[in-house]
T-cell receptor, first 114, second 110 residues
Framework: DTEVTQTPKHLVMGMTNKKSLKCEQH?????MYWYKQKAKKPPELMFV???????INESVPSRFSPECPNSSLLNLHLHALQPEDSALYLC?????????????FGDGTRLSIL | QQPVQSPQAVILREGEDAVINCSSS?????VHWYRQKHGEAPVFLMI?????EQKGHEKISASFNEKKQQSSLYLTASQLSYSGTYFC???????????FGKGTMLLVSP
Protein backbone atom coordinates (compact mmCIF):
# COMPACT_ATOMS: atom_id res chain seq x y z
CA ASP A 1 0.00 0.00 0.00
CA THR A 2 1.24 3.49 -0.84
CA GLU A 3 0.76 6.62 1.26
CA VAL A 4 -0.61 8.48 -1.73
CA THR A 5 -4.14 7.30 -2.49
CA GLN A 6 -5.65 7.63 -5.94
CA THR A 7 -9.25 7.00 -6.93
CA PRO A 8 -10.66 5.47 -8.97
CA LYS A 9 -8.17 2.72 -9.85
CA HIS A 10 -9.75 2.21 -13.26
CA LEU A 11 -11.89 4.54 -15.35
CA VAL A 12 -13.51 4.02 -18.74
CA MET A 13 -15.13 7.04 -20.32
CA GLY A 14 -16.44 8.23 -23.63
CA MET A 15 -15.01 11.20 -25.46
CA THR A 16 -17.92 13.44 -24.46
CA ASN A 17 -17.91 12.57 -20.75
CA LYS A 18 -16.70 14.64 -17.84
CA LYS A 19 -14.94 12.84 -15.01
CA SER A 20 -12.44 13.58 -12.26
CA LEU A 21 -9.44 11.79 -10.82
CA LYS A 22 -8.68 12.22 -7.15
CA CYS A 23 -5.43 12.06 -5.22
CA GLU A 24 -4.98 12.31 -1.48
CA GLN A 25 -1.97 12.34 0.85
CA HIS A 26 -1.73 12.89 4.60
CA UNK A 27 2.03 13.13 4.95
CA UNK A 28 2.04 16.93 5.23
CA UNK A 29 3.65 17.26 1.81
CA UNK A 30 3.38 20.69 0.21
CA UNK A 31 4.18 19.72 -3.38
CA MET A 32 1.93 17.52 -5.52
CA TYR A 33 2.31 16.32 -9.08
CA TRP A 34 0.34 14.75 -11.91
CA TYR A 35 2.14 12.45 -14.34
CA LYS A 36 0.93 10.57 -17.40
CA GLN A 37 2.47 7.18 -18.16
CA LYS A 38 1.95 5.17 -21.35
CA ALA A 39 2.72 1.45 -21.43
CA LYS A 40 6.46 0.67 -21.31
CA LYS A 41 7.30 4.40 -21.13
CA PRO A 42 8.52 6.60 -18.29
CA PRO A 43 6.19 8.94 -16.39
CA GLU A 44 5.78 12.33 -18.09
CA LEU A 45 5.15 15.36 -15.92
CA MET A 46 1.86 17.20 -16.50
CA PHE A 47 1.37 19.59 -13.57
CA VAL A 48 3.10 20.64 -10.36
CA UNK A 49 1.42 22.29 -7.39
CA UNK A 50 3.44 23.92 -4.65
CA UNK A 51 1.66 25.19 -1.54
CA UNK A 52 -1.66 24.68 -3.32
CA UNK A 53 -0.71 26.95 -6.21
CA UNK A 54 -0.13 25.75 -9.75
CA UNK A 55 3.60 25.99 -10.26
CA ILE A 56 4.13 24.20 -13.56
CA ASN A 57 1.90 23.28 -16.48
CA GLU A 58 3.89 21.30 -19.04
CA SER A 59 1.83 22.59 -21.99
CA VAL A 60 -0.97 20.16 -21.21
CA PRO A 61 -4.14 20.46 -23.36
CA SER A 62 -6.98 22.34 -21.69
CA ARG A 63 -9.15 19.20 -21.67
CA PHE A 64 -7.12 18.36 -18.54
CA SER A 65 -7.83 20.75 -15.68
CA PRO A 66 -6.04 20.35 -12.35
CA GLU A 67 -7.30 21.59 -9.02
CA CYS A 68 -5.77 21.64 -5.54
CA PRO A 69 -8.57 22.39 -3.03
CA ASN A 70 -6.28 21.96 -0.01
CA SER A 71 -2.82 20.77 0.88
CA SER A 72 -3.89 17.11 1.06
CA LEU A 73 -6.00 16.83 -2.04
CA LEU A 74 -5.31 17.05 -5.76
CA ASN A 75 -7.89 16.57 -8.50
CA LEU A 76 -7.61 16.21 -12.24
CA HIS A 77 -10.77 17.12 -14.12
CA LEU A 78 -11.22 15.49 -17.51
CA HIS A 79 -13.44 16.68 -20.35
CA ALA A 80 -13.71 15.77 -24.02
CA LEU A 81 -10.70 13.47 -23.94
CA GLN A 82 -9.25 11.76 -27.00
CA PRO A 83 -8.38 8.05 -27.41
CA GLU A 84 -4.67 8.94 -27.24
CA ASP A 85 -5.26 10.16 -23.68
CA SER A 86 -5.71 6.56 -22.55
CA ALA A 87 -2.87 5.96 -20.08
CA LEU A 88 -1.97 5.46 -16.43
CA TYR A 89 -2.28 8.74 -14.53
CA LEU A 90 0.02 8.93 -11.54
CA CYS A 91 -0.14 11.36 -8.68
CA UNK A 92 2.93 12.04 -6.55
CA UNK A 93 3.80 14.22 -3.59
CA UNK A 94 6.97 15.48 -1.95
CA UNK A 95 7.66 17.44 1.20
CA UNK A 96 8.64 20.51 -0.80
CA UNK A 97 9.26 21.24 -4.48
CA UNK A 98 12.96 20.80 -4.02
CA UNK A 99 15.72 18.55 -5.37
CA UNK A 100 16.40 17.06 -1.95
CA UNK A 101 12.96 15.59 -1.73
CA UNK A 102 11.89 12.16 -2.97
CA UNK A 103 8.56 11.90 -4.69
CA UNK A 104 6.03 9.41 -3.35
CA PHE A 105 3.76 7.99 -6.01
CA GLY A 106 0.24 6.66 -5.82
CA ASP A 107 -0.75 3.45 -7.63
CA GLY A 108 -2.36 5.46 -10.40
CA THR A 109 -5.66 5.56 -12.25
CA ARG A 110 -5.77 3.50 -15.43
CA LEU A 111 -7.83 5.54 -17.86
CA SER A 112 -9.38 4.21 -21.06
CA ILE A 113 -11.10 6.50 -23.55
CA LEU A 114 -13.61 4.86 -25.86
CA GLN B 1 16.49 16.83 -21.92
CA GLN B 2 15.81 13.14 -21.35
CA PRO B 3 18.68 11.20 -19.73
CA VAL B 4 19.92 8.05 -21.46
CA GLN B 5 19.75 4.79 -19.55
CA SER B 6 21.70 1.65 -20.33
CA PRO B 7 21.25 -1.20 -20.71
CA GLN B 8 17.62 -1.31 -21.84
CA ALA B 9 17.11 -4.70 -20.23
CA VAL B 10 19.01 -7.08 -17.97
CA ILE B 11 18.32 -10.70 -17.12
CA LEU B 12 20.04 -12.08 -14.04
CA ARG B 13 20.04 -15.16 -11.93
CA GLU B 14 19.43 -14.69 -8.22
CA GLY B 15 22.65 -13.69 -6.48
CA GLU B 16 24.25 -12.01 -9.50
CA ASP B 17 25.22 -8.34 -9.65
CA ALA B 18 24.02 -5.64 -12.06
CA VAL B 19 24.89 -2.05 -12.92
CA ILE B 20 22.47 0.38 -14.52
CA ASN B 21 23.77 3.64 -15.96
CA CYS B 22 22.10 7.00 -16.47
CA SER B 23 23.84 9.74 -18.43
CA SER B 24 23.10 13.26 -19.55
CA SER B 25 24.55 15.61 -22.12
CA UNK B 26 23.81 18.55 -19.80
CA UNK B 27 25.20 19.34 -16.36
CA UNK B 28 23.05 17.72 -13.72
CA UNK B 29 22.01 19.01 -10.33
CA UNK B 30 20.53 15.78 -9.05
CA VAL B 31 19.73 12.21 -10.04
CA HIS B 32 16.80 10.28 -8.59
CA TRP B 33 16.36 6.51 -8.87
CA TYR B 34 13.00 4.72 -8.80
CA ARG B 35 11.86 1.13 -9.30
CA GLN B 36 8.46 0.29 -10.75
CA LYS B 37 6.97 -3.19 -10.73
CA HIS B 38 4.34 -4.09 -13.28
CA GLY B 39 0.99 -2.56 -12.37
CA GLU B 40 2.39 -0.73 -9.36
CA ALA B 41 3.55 2.74 -8.41
CA PRO B 42 7.16 3.81 -8.91
CA VAL B 43 9.01 3.47 -5.60
CA PHE B 44 11.76 5.87 -4.57
CA LEU B 45 15.21 4.31 -4.09
CA MET B 46 17.62 7.22 -3.61
CA ILE B 47 18.69 10.73 -4.61
CA UNK B 48 22.19 11.84 -5.50
CA UNK B 49 22.99 15.53 -5.48
CA UNK B 50 25.78 17.37 -7.21
CA UNK B 51 28.76 17.37 -4.88
CA UNK B 52 27.22 14.64 -2.77
CA GLU B 53 28.57 11.29 -1.77
CA GLN B 54 27.76 7.84 -3.00
CA LYS B 55 24.57 6.65 -1.42
CA GLY B 56 22.96 3.38 -0.65
CA HIS B 57 22.52 0.71 1.88
CA GLU B 58 23.30 -2.97 1.90
CA LYS B 59 22.87 -4.33 -1.57
CA ILE B 60 21.61 -1.31 -3.56
CA SER B 61 23.86 1.70 -3.95
CA ALA B 62 24.50 4.47 -6.46
CA SER B 63 27.14 6.95 -7.47
CA PHE B 64 27.18 10.24 -9.35
CA ASN B 65 30.16 11.16 -11.52
CA GLU B 66 29.96 14.91 -12.09
CA LYS B 67 32.75 14.95 -14.66
CA LYS B 68 30.91 12.47 -16.85
CA GLN B 69 27.38 13.62 -15.85
CA GLN B 70 26.59 10.01 -15.20
CA SER B 71 25.01 8.09 -12.38
CA SER B 72 25.26 4.36 -11.84
CA LEU B 73 22.98 2.13 -9.78
CA TYR B 74 24.62 -0.96 -8.32
CA LEU B 75 22.55 -4.00 -7.42
CA THR B 76 24.58 -6.56 -5.50
CA ALA B 77 23.61 -10.20 -4.91
CA SER B 78 20.27 -9.62 -6.62
CA GLN B 79 17.06 -11.01 -5.17
CA LEU B 80 13.83 -11.98 -6.93
CA SER B 81 12.22 -8.86 -5.44
CA TYR B 82 14.62 -6.65 -7.42
CA SER B 83 12.77 -7.43 -10.65
CA GLY B 84 11.08 -4.42 -12.20
CA THR B 85 11.80 -1.38 -14.33
CA TYR B 86 14.37 1.06 -12.99
CA PHE B 87 14.02 4.71 -13.91
CA CYS B 88 16.50 7.46 -13.32
CA UNK B 89 15.14 10.98 -13.12
CA UNK B 90 17.37 14.00 -13.56
CA UNK B 91 17.15 17.66 -12.63
CA UNK B 92 19.23 20.41 -14.21
CA UNK B 93 18.87 22.86 -11.34
CA UNK B 94 17.68 22.92 -7.75
CA UNK B 95 14.19 23.94 -8.69
CA UNK B 96 13.66 22.34 -12.07
CA UNK B 97 11.41 19.40 -12.82
CA UNK B 98 12.30 15.74 -12.92
CA UNK B 99 12.81 14.18 -16.36
CA PHE B 100 12.84 10.39 -16.43
CA GLY B 101 14.94 8.15 -18.65
CA LYS B 102 13.28 5.42 -20.72
CA GLY B 103 13.92 2.83 -18.04
CA THR B 104 15.88 -0.38 -17.63
CA MET B 105 13.91 -3.60 -17.26
CA LEU B 106 15.52 -5.99 -14.79
CA LEU B 107 14.43 -9.60 -14.48
CA VAL B 108 15.87 -11.78 -11.75
CA SER B 109 15.20 -15.48 -12.13
CA PRO B 110 15.65 -18.24 -9.51
Amino acid sequence: DTEVTQTPKHLVMGMTNKKSLKCEQHMGHRAMYWYKQKAKKPPELMFVYSYEKLSINESVPSRFSPECPNSSLLNLHLHALQPEDSALYLCASSLYRDSNQPQHFGDGTRLSIL
Amino acid sequence: QQPVQSPQAVILREGEDAVINCSSSKALYSVHWYRQKHGEAPVFLMILLKGGEQKGHEKISASFNEKKQQSSLYLTASQLSYSGTYFCGTELSGYSTLTFGKGTMLLVSP
